[in-house]
């Protein structure tokens, strides 16, 4: 019904950049929150940053400040993740976050993407 589907993944060298995307597909009515979010082998799933629909605000992880943007295009149902000075410890599977409006009555859902995986070493 909803799909989110991420691409830009892959190995990158330490002090490298990537940048990560996710279209969100299906019948929409408008999407509020995307973001994206990060599971490290043996480690639980973290926030990495979010965006909000209405003026646009952020929220980034700590780890990640000053090195990562994240951004939207609202009439492609698109978020991106620039990712720059990347670390080994950045080493992850990157998913992609979105709160979508569906459906008469109109409802809220929140939707996951597959996953990609981001890896970053020499």
């Known amino acids: 019904q909803v799909q989110l589907v991420e691409s830009g993944g892959g190995l990158v060298q330490p002090g490298g950049s990537l940048r990560l995307s996710c279209a969100a597909s299906?019948?929409?009515?408008?999407?509020?929150?995307m973001g994206w979010y990060r599971q490290a082998p043996g480690k639980e799933r973290e926030m990495v940053a979010t965006?909000?629909?209405?003026?646009?605000?952020?929220n980034y992880a700590d780890s990640v400040k000053g090195r990562f943007t994240i951004s939207r295009d609202n009439a492609k149902n698109t978020v991106y993740l620039q990712m720059n000075r990347l670390k080994p410890e950045d080493t992850a599977v990157y998913y992609c976050?979105?709160?979508?409006?569906?459906?008469?009555?109109?409802?809220?859902?929140?939707?996951w993407g597959q996953g990609t995986l981001v890896t970053v070493s020499s």
């Open positions: 299906g019948s929409i009515l408008s999407i509020t929150l």
């Open positions: 965006i909000a629909n209405s003026g646009g605000s952020t």
């Open positions: 976050n979105a709160v979508v409006f569906i459906g008469i009555p109109v409802r809220s859902l929140e939707v």
